[in-house]
């Protein structure tokens, strides 16, 4: 049977109940709104085609999810306080379980491994993809976003290169 991909916005819910072992394949496009709101969230000028493209499917009493989510980014620059665009291109896979139980041992395990996956509890059978794309999308971002080539230099300030420095009175009275 050939696995058709649903469009839907990033709203949507899915029964976790659906999900079988042959998966399902899903692309989901933020709306102009949800862009909007996502850009204000982040405190970003600009998001536009942010799409998240994704397989979901059982394995071995877990929900699996692969994919990657893709956006249209203006920042700002943290050098020069200029706005320029970026294409954001993430990897996502994610774990999740209708077990509680599973997801407490995991977060009893005193060996946590940062490169295991978490495995994140399905509330209510359903799975909520809005936060999972905000979640996912905040992750994608750069925290320090520079323009390229553009040059960040440190420059320290000598005393003698600054005219009339109050704390160069200070200077003296620690000696």
Known sequence: MENIKKEKDISFVLDARMVTKNGLSFLLKATEQQCLDLAKFYELPALSNLVFDFFICLKDDLIVLKGFLDADVIETCVVTNEKFEE??????????????SVVKMQESKMDFSP?????????NGRIYFSSIVREQF?????PFPKKTNEPFAYYEEKAQDIKDNPFLVLKHLTK
């Not at 294409?87 to 509680?100: C, K, T």
């Not at 905040?138 to 750069?142: D, M």
């Open 87 to 100: 294409h954001i291109h993430q990897p996502v896979s994610l774990l999740f379980s209708e077990d509680e």
């Open 115 to 123: 490169d295991e996956e978490l495995i994140d509890f399905v509330e």
């Open 138 to 142: 905040g992750l994608a971002l750069n």
